[in-house]
């Protein structure tokens, strides 16, 4: 069968009977089967996810995610199906209970299709430092999807599910969704529950989401935001909704090592959207630069923390499995907050962090929204950076800042490199403005014409 | 800013309970010697009367009732079934103490 594209598709073919779940599943199950070099799969629920669809073709309601095939990064607890991390410490890990999103998903009618390869403990920029073997871009399978939600974006855009969950702490979720080219939304940081999501960096993590269309990643961010009463960071916060935009693009935005191609369809984004009527306008975000810096002081401190209860005693394996790149961050994090050392890189970056969040509230003083790149250049091949740790940290340049500020960002494709691998930018909004950020990336998408395919 | 030491990587390891052999300190001494010299440029921003920030949402002191519902509690089984280090429904450990050296 021709799968459908969108979550609206789905859904409206199952209610007016043109195929059902069980087909659905049966078509994704063998994608996922023929692409399995992509390694975008840690488990696969075949069992779950037919006893799903067929309740669903017993009984079809009209629910927002009715039929949505969904795979969740593997950082997501699911009941009774193994829970990795992408870590060899979990690699037989089962749940005794299911994170809030994937809860929330299950009841909206999504059927969860199985758990995504990542970058280990969420950490890294290409999903090559996963325990497991890197996924792969569908695009070209030579060169990285991204990372760390490499499996969920490979799994979105290889037509191997048709939504997914990710995490974005410093866009793992935007910068795979950049390099496969698909939607990914970072939401404002306590917009969705994080509970029984295995934790990075309690004050960086976010819940990201994975669609073919901004339409689909807002339906998702619906299903899933607001107060569970289990993660006390979530507020429950409506956004004034509206009709006018102004646009800012930050000068420091321009700088060394920004790709020519990403920079030249990066300033056709921006023609797109004056040609809407939206005004775009220059802006300064001076502490652009030290985004990095800060954020491999800040992340990894929490990350040591977070990783401290792994000691194999009550699950998981001993602390002699950590992979090599959580074992850099567990040591960076406590050396940054060892006696001696806190105040100047620990206290220090948490100040640099207060500047960071005042130059946004200023740009938002005068913009709606920000334009920015994501990755600073398309995917690049495998192998290339991975014996470079501090080369794999400066991929984060454009997208861990707001991370730090803890704003939402919504990642959207635009145009191919000569090589054929997708390009794209995105859309940074003030806190809980992603209403916003949905309206502005679906007035692109009608302006551009965008049709959402699948990789092949 | 204070240069990384082969000690410092050391003593970091030992805070962090990581067993590291002397090959694996010699792969991460240079590494994290090159992240720490790239993360203290922060020492050029002027942060003076500036605050720190821990907390984006401006959330302090959040409570809730101190129930406990079906939902979020485990029986002995479930507590336990994550592990297979176990005897009688309770994890097995290592022994913290041992016969005294000077008796």
Not at chain 1, 176 to 185: E, K, M, R
Request: with cysteine; glycine share 8%.
């Amino acid at each position: 069968m021709n799968l459908p594209l969108t979550i609206k598709e789905t859904k409206e073919g199952l209610l007016k009977k043109k195929f059902s779940a069980v087909e659905l599943v049966d078509q994704y199950l063998a994608n996922i089967e023929s692409r399995k070099e992509l390694n975008a799969f840690l488990t696969v629920a075949r069992e779950e996810a037919y006893a799903k669809a067929k309740r669903i073709d017993s009984n079809l309601e009209n629910l927002p995610l009715l039929g949505a095939v969904a795979a969740h990064k593997d950082l997501f607890l699911t009941k009774g199906v193994r829970t990795t991390a992408s870590s060899k410490v979990l690699e037989g890990y089962v749940p005794e209970y299911s994170a809030t999103v994937v809860e929330r998903m299950n009841k909206a009618g999504a059927i969860m299709i199985g758990k995504t390869n990542c970058d280990a403990w969420a950490h890294g920029a290409s999903g090559e430092n996963s325990d497991f073997g890197p996924a792969k871009n569908p695009w070209n399978k030579e060169y990285v999807p991204g990372g760390s939600s490499s499996g969920s974006a490979v799994a979105v855009s290889g037509g191997l599910s048709l939504i997914a969950t990710g995490t974005d702490t410093g866009g793992s979720t935007r910068q795979p969704a950049n390099f496969c080219g698909i939607v990914g939304l970072k939401p404002t940081y306590g917009a969705i529950s994080r509970y029984g999501v295995i934790a990075m960096a309690s004050s960086l993590d976010t819940i990201g989401s994975f669609g073919r269309t901004v339409s689909d990643v807002e339906t998702i961010f619906n299903v899933i935001k607001g107060p569970d009463g289990l993660d006390s960071t979530v507020i429950d916060f409506k956004a004034a909704e509206k009709k006018k935009f102004r646009l800012g693009i930050a000068k420091e935005f321009f700088m060394e090592g920004l790709d020519k191609e990403v920079e030249s369809s990066f300033l056709e984004t921006k023609k797109v959207f004056e040609g809407l009527g939206v005004e775009v306008v220059d802006i300064s975000l001076p502490h652009t630069k030290y985004g990095v810096p800060v954020y491999y002081i800040v992340m990894p401190a929490e990350v040591s923390s977070n990783l401290g209860r792994y000691d194999g005693i009550r699950y998981g394996s001993p602390r002699s499995s950590f992979g090599a790149e959580a074992i850099r961050r567990i040591m960076l994090g406590t050396y940054v907050l060892s006696a001696g050392y806190y105040d100047a890189f620990y206290l220090k970056a948490q100040k640099v962090r207060s500047k960071m969040i005042a130059d946004f509230d200023s740009a938002f003083e005068k913009v709606d929204a920000v334009l920015s790149p994501v990755s600073p250049h398309p995917a690049f091949k495998i192998g290339e950076k991975a014996d470079d740790p501090l080369m794999m940290y400066l991929e984060d340049v454009y997208t861990c800042v707001p991370n730090l500020v803890g704003i939402p960002g919504l990642a959207i494709p635009f145009k191919f490199t000569k090589k054929c691998l997708p390009l794209g930018f995105q859309l940074l909004g003030s806190r809980f403005s992603e209403p916003t950020l949905f309206k502005l990336g679906k007035m692109f998408d009608e302006a551009t014409d965008y049709k959402p395919k699948i990789a092949i | 800013m204070a240069k990384l030491t082969k000690s410092d990587v050391l003593h970091v390891a030992k805070l962090a309970n990581l067993k590291l052999t002397d090959k694996e300190i010699l792969k991460y001494t240079p590494q994290l010697v090159k992240i720490v010299d790239y993360i203290s440029e922060l020492n050029e921003v002027e942060t003076t009367g500036v605050g720190p920030t821990s907390q984006t949402t401006g959330l302090t002191d959040v409570f809730r009732d101190d129930k406990v519902t079906a939902d979020t509690i485990f029986d002995q089984d479930r507590a336990i079934s994550g592990s297979d280090k176990t005897h009688n429904g309770y994890f097995k450990v290592k022994a913290i103490l041992g016969e005294r050296s000077d008796k």
